[in-house]
């Protein structure tokens, strides 16, 4: 017997409880994503609010390019997921079968 491989299994079993998801915290994936979405739609909807304010003079300059700044950040946050996600698909049709 191989005592490498022993160990490796040691370390293998020692290691696992961590990989594993915390029960009852309902984080999973899905809901990840979803709030993902959500935050973004909802930073989205503030920029747009605030843009429409100060075409109407109900809001300032400063809140109009805080907010455009804000809504900038965000998207280029989910381009820069869906890059990622795109790259991983690509990769996995890389892989041979």
Same mark, same amino acid.
């Given at each position: 017997?191989? *005592?490498? =491989?022993?160990? #490796? ?26 709030? =993902? ?13 605030? =843009?429409?304010?100060?075409? *109407? ?9 805080? #907010? ?9 946050? #989910? ?12 990769? *996995? ?5």
């Amino acid at each position: 017997m191989d *005592i490498r =491989a022993l160990n #490796a299994a040691q370390k293998y079993a020692a290691a696992r409880p961590v990989t594993e998801p915390v029960p009852g915290s309902g984080e999973g994936l899905s809901d990840v994503l979803g709030g =993902a979405a959500q935050n973004f739609a909802q930073a989205f909807r503030e920029g747009e609010e605030t =843009a429409k304010a100060a075409m *109407i003079g109900e809001a300032d300059p400063h809140a109009l390019v805080q #907010a455009l700044a804000q809504t900038q950040l965000a998207v280029e946050a #989910a381009v820069t997921v869906r890059d990622k996600v795109v790259e991983a698909y690509q990769e *996995i049709l890389r892989m041979p079968v």
